[in-house]
T-cell receptor
Framework: AQSVTQLDSHVSVSEGTPVLLRCNYS??????LFWYVQHPNKGLQLLLK??????LVKGINGFEAEFKKSETSFHLTKPSAHMSDAAEYFC????????????FGKGTRLHILP | SQTIHQWPATLVQPVGSPLSLECTVE??????LYWYRQAAGRGLQLLFY??????ISSEVPQNLSASRPQDRQFILSSKKLLLSDSGFYLC????????????FGQGTRLTVV
């Protein structure tokens, strides 16, 4: 079965320290992978996407993610957290099959400590 | 490029009133379309998805229904809203031509009072 797992429901980091939000998927099909951010009472904003080009993807606001096929992972990182990064982050996967759904991870809430 | 128009952005409705949220897609044809709901403090739950006109699959039993009267139009409805229908509703689409890519509407925040 196809699935996507965000391993941490909450992550807390201090401002200026690195951020790591984890995402793993499970499927025999090739995936398109996305990270979205949702600030309180806002819609989804695309941070970055992987669609079978370069495995290291750079996104907005200093975020990047690396697709590792052998580990079926697409972890989101940022070298230095900023207070404005506090939000909910969703890993989203689409598999290369017409009948497959857009699959959301359950989300990771990122807290930034001053 | 593809865009999704979803409206309204916010909505306050009394219990027992009907609901109609509309989502239209531009820039592509024959997309897969989705309705998700995010209840307060929860993740995004898939409510309905559609692979073509008139084809609707429901993921969870609920007080809502969906329809796809045209290729690029997806409507979420209710005859009588419940308090528990409050939440953030999101329309999404993807196509599978070339590289699959997801697009999302801006969402509708529904408050049932």
């Amino acid at each position: 079965a196809q699935s996507v797992t965000q391993l941490d429901s909450h992550v807390s980091v201090s401002e200026g320290t690195p951020v790591l939000l984890r995402c793993n998927y499970s499927s025999s099909y090739s995936p398109s992978l996305f990270w979205y951010v949702q600030h309180p009472n806002k819609g989804l904003q695309l941070l970055l996407k992987y669609t079978s080009a370069a495995t290291l993807v750079k996104g907005i606001n200093g975020f990047e993610a690396e697709f590792k096929k052998s580990e079926t992972s697409f972890h989101l990182t940022k070298p230095s957290a900023h207070m404005s990064d506090a939000a909910e982050y969703f890993c989203v996967v689409i598999f290369m099959n017409r009948d497959d759904k857009i699959i959301f991870g359950k989300g990771t809430r990122l807290h930034i400590l001053p | 490029s593809q865009t999704i128009h979803q409206w309204p952005a916010t909505l306050v409705q009394p219990v027992g009133s009907p609901l109609s949220l509309e989502c239209t897609v531009e820039g592509t044809s024959n997309p897969n379309l989705y309705w998700y709901r995010q209840a307060a403090g929860r993740g995004l739950q898939l409510l309905f998805y559609s692979v073509g006109i008139g084809q609707i699959s429901s993921e969870v039993p609920q007080n809502l229904s969906a329809s796809r009267p045209q290729d690029r139009q997806f409507i979420l409805s209710s005859k009588k809203l419940l308090l528990s229908d409050s939440g953030f509703y999101l329309c999404a689409c993807h196509t599978n031509r070339g590289l699959a890519e997801a697009f999302f509407g801006q969402g509708t925040r529904l408050t049932v009072v």
